[in-house]
């Protein structure tokens, strides 16, 4: 199979995986349901070998399932692990005048110290916390935004909500479009030769953008009242259904995990 490159970001490089995902044609209600599944049982059995179980073995499902290249995949895991490295920094470090904990150190003009069960709660946390990010990437991976809206809807969240979620996530990549070709001209009249020039051309562009934003939303709402808009946008989609094996495999998978947990007390 010929090897296909995809060089966006963030959201439109989740989406362009989501589309192309192994899971594709799986049912998208039971895609979320497992994905919560997942992350209620490793937050809530709290144990270090459930998370990591979970990690591993749903980032398999990711790179292989979901045919996400693992050099990709590490990418995207990149931004929730830094946030969640700075965080667990903050639980197992402390500041005192004083030295205590199990080890310091001398800052002149006061300590830098740690205690072991400080350490190992921070590590019990950001493994439980990298867990539940996994099983998210799971179900962002595998189903496309459209599906994910639909299942809401069914899940009788409020239209409203529903909605405008469908709109900024349609309007993301529109403003995403508008914003690189800005930022195109810019750089090719050299707006971002320096610093100082680089904020004044942030500045500038994020200025545009909001205008511009405010004067495509009034010509995108004109256009979908034209259309016979109603305040609910309609989709049509296709009937997944889920299968014996789906259900069995997931249940299985949540039962070894339990299982992990209960031998691990």
Not at 12 to 40: C, E, H, P
Not at 49 to 64: A, D, H, P
Not at 98 to 106: E, Q
Not at 166 to 192: C, E, P, W
Request: hydrophobic fraction near 50%; aromatic fraction near 12%.
């Amino acid at each position: 199979m010929k090897e296909h490159k995809h060089h966006s970001h963030g959201v439109q490089t989740m989406d362009f995986y989501a589309y192309q995902s192994g899971l594709r044609q799986w049912n998208g209600g039971y895609k979320v349901l497992s994905a919560l599944l997942i992350l209620i049982l490793c937050i809530g059995l709290d144990d270090i070998w459930v998370s990591v179980t979970v990690i591993v073995t749903i980032g398999m499902l990711n790179v292989i399932g979901n045919r996400v290249p693992l050099r990709q995949y590490v990418e995207l895991m990149k931004i929730p692990i830094a946030f969640l490295i700075l965080g667990c920094i903050a639980i197992a470090f402390g500041i005192s005048t004083r030295p205590i904990g199990d080890y310091h150190f001398s800052l002149h003009w006061f300590y830098l110290y740690f205690m072991k069960a400080d350490i190992r709660k921070a590590v019990e946390l950001f493994l439980k916390a990298l867990g539940a990010v996994s099983a998210m990437y799971m179900m962002a991976l595998s189903t496309p935004a459209g599906e994910l809206i639909n299942v809401l809807r069914k899940a009788h969240v409020p239209k409203l909500m529903v909605e405008l979620m469908n709109m900024i996530y349609r309007f993301i990549f529109i403003l995403t479009d508008v914003q690189g070709r800005m930022k195109r001209a810019t750089v090719s009249r050299l707006g971002y030769v320096d610093f100082k020039t680089s904020c004044s051309s942030f500045g500038k562009i994020a200025g545009n953008l909001f205008i511009l934003s405010l004067k495509k939303a009034d010509t995108y709402y004109d256009a979908m009242v034209s259309r016979g808009y109603d305040g609910e946008i309609m989709f049509l989609e296709e009937e997944k259904k889920v299968t014996l094996v789906q259900i069995a495999g997931m249940a299985s998978y949540l039962l070894i995990l339990i299982l992990i947990w209960y031998i691990g007390r």
